[in-house]
């Protein structure tokens, strides 16, 4: 099957390093938004018989993106593609994952579902949810950015750094940098209050006078790391703090509450598109090296195992 990648518009940047990577050229594809905001794609090149590589994140505007994945998943179908895979390298809705309150949606499963008929196989990279998996009745690549980050803060470390996990759920995460970069784990105790706000009880584990590297899948609002940071300064933590995260979406009120925070450096990986313009020390590190790697792999029907985010 001749190898076939269709650029989705929501990160045709990091569509473009995966092609030079994976040494394919990338499949024109146009797309138009009409007036009243409905899509339409058309992919310009044959996909009869290929192995169909659609590169496509759903980050905001989440629904339009997810909207234009699953045109392009019906496009490749519906022109003979003989097999077609999702690389969704950040998969919104993840958080939404189970019913927290009572009369709500499972709105990760919906997002599944609105997608799976169009494709035969799902990649994604640090999805919010551990259930991730068992939302879609297709297969699922779920690759982990943890190692691209780790090494992009090994230069940062110190013998006094210390990994933190801003709330229980990025725990496991946690440990995965603490066993690559050979350091201790702290946990800062996070409560929820709404989408956007969040509050703190205080830190697990020794922080003072030692550098935190902050790891988390996702900033959005920023309101996690904001709150981690307030209370690590509390706690008495040196001044070299830096994070990681996986995807930087970094909306809303974000770059207000991270303007200020005490940041020195804020890692994230370019599975979204990060403005360069936001006024904030980020630097990016690419995951254009573990897709193309992922689908390399895969198309030679090679093994992903060391490259699959486990827990
Ligand atoms: C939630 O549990 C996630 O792991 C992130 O901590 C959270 O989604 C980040 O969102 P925000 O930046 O809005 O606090």
Redesign the pocket.
Known sequence: MDLALVPGSANYALAEAVAELVGEPLVECVREVFHDSEQHVEIRETMRGRDVYVVQPTSPPVDSHLMELALLGDAARRAGAGRITAVVPYFGYA?QDRRATGREPVTARIAAEFIEDYFDRVISVDV?TSSFEGLFRIPVEHLSAVPVLAEAARPLRSPESVIVA??L??VKLAERYAVILEMPVAIVRKR?ISA?E?TTGGVVGDVAGRAPIIV??????????AAAIETLTDAGCATEITVLASHGLFVGP?VKRLGGCGARRITVTDSVVVPGDLGLPVHVASVAGLIADAIVRLHGDRSLADLIAHG
Do not use: F, L, N, W
Request: hydrophobic share 30%; glycine share 16%; no cysteine.
């Open positions: 958080r919010h801003p709330d759920g990025a929820r956007e969040v988390d899948d996702m900033i959005s609002t920023g309101g996690t790391i974000a």
